[in-house]
């Protein structure tokens, strides 16, 4: 804009110089080019005034615009530090989640030890009382016999013995007697 005025001030003071006047039209010229450069001033005035507007109107809008770009990073900031939030939740009550079917399990352990404990004595003591009966009845001769060992698949442990599984999927360990005990499902 500003080139343009300079151009157009250039090329009316050009035809002022060159151009061939008499003595009267020259002084009503020079009131005339006293006149034009007091508008001309005026009209530079206006312009800068207009140009100064725009500078900070444009500022104004790119000040807008870095507030807006800024509220849609931190926006963005907390959504992800809240899908994050969520996530690390979910994990953790998934593993205390884990941790007490862990605990259950171990407990469910225990207690079928203690069953198993249990009806182990009382079946010891019941094999001891039909014993001594046998022996003091009739004196036969009584064999334990051991486990025959069996092409079964091994398929786990069970209380850090070998779990079996057999020809009609029941699966069993051999006890400490070299017997065959089965585990329930």
Same mark, same amino acid.
């Given at each position: 804009?500003?080139?343009?005025?300079?151009?157009?001030?250039?090329?009316?003071?050009?035809?002022?110089?060159?151009?061939?006047?008499?003595?009267?039209?020259?002084?009503?010229?020079?009131?005339?080019?006293?006149?034009?450069?007091?508008?001309?001033? =005026?009209? $530079?005035?206006?312009?800068?005034?207009?140009?100064?507007?725009?500078?900070?109107?444009?500022?104004?809008?790119?000040?807008?615009?870095?507030?807006?770009? *800024?509220?849609?990073? $931190?926006? !963005?900031?907390?959504?992800?530090?809240?899908?994050?939030?969520?996530?690390?939740?979910?994990?953790?009550?998934?593993? !205390?989640? %884990?941790? =007490?079917?862990?605990?259950?399990? *171990?407990?469910?352990?225990?207690?079928? %030890?203690?069953?198993?404990?249990?009806?182990?004595?009382?079946?010891?003591?019941?094999?001891?009382?039909?014993? +001594?009966?046998?022996?003091?009845?009739? #004196?036969?001769?009584?064999?334990?016999?051991? *486990?025959?060992?069996?092409?079964? %698949?091994?398929?786990?442990?069970?209380?850090? %013995? #070998?779990?079996?599984?057999?020809?009609?999927?029941?699966?069993?360990?051999?006890?400490?007697?070299?017997?065959? +005990?089965?585990?329930?499902?």
């Amino acid at each position: 804009m500003k080139r343009i005025l300079i151009l157009c001030f250039l090329f009316i003071a050009s035809n002022t110089i060159f151009a061939q006047e008499t003595a009267t039209k020259k002084k009503t010229t020079t009131a005339k080019t006293e006149l034009s450069a007091a508008e001309k001033e =005026a009209k $530079q005035k206006a312009a800068n005034e207009k140009r100064k507007a725009t500078i900070a109107a444009k500022k104004e809008a790119e000040a807008k615009e870095a507030e807006a770009k *800024a509220a849609k990073q $931190q926006a !963005a900031n907390e959504k992800r530090k809240a899908t994050i939030a969520a996530k690390k939740a979910a994990a953790e009550k998934e593993t !205390a989640e %884990k941790e =007490a079917k862990k605990a259950t399990a *171990a407990a469910k352990a225990e207690k079928s %030890k203690a069953e198993k404990a249990v009806t182990e004595k009382t079946s010891k003591a019941k094999k001891e009382a039909t014993t +001594t009966k046998k022996t003091t009845e009739k #004196k036969l001769r009584e064999t334990t016999e051991k *486990a025959p060992k069996t092409p079964d %698949k091994v398929t786990g442990e069970y209380n850090g %013995k #070998k779990v079996y599984t057999g020809p009609r999927g029941g699966k069993y360990y051999i006890n400490k007697n070299g017997n065959k +005990t089965y585990i329930e499902n």
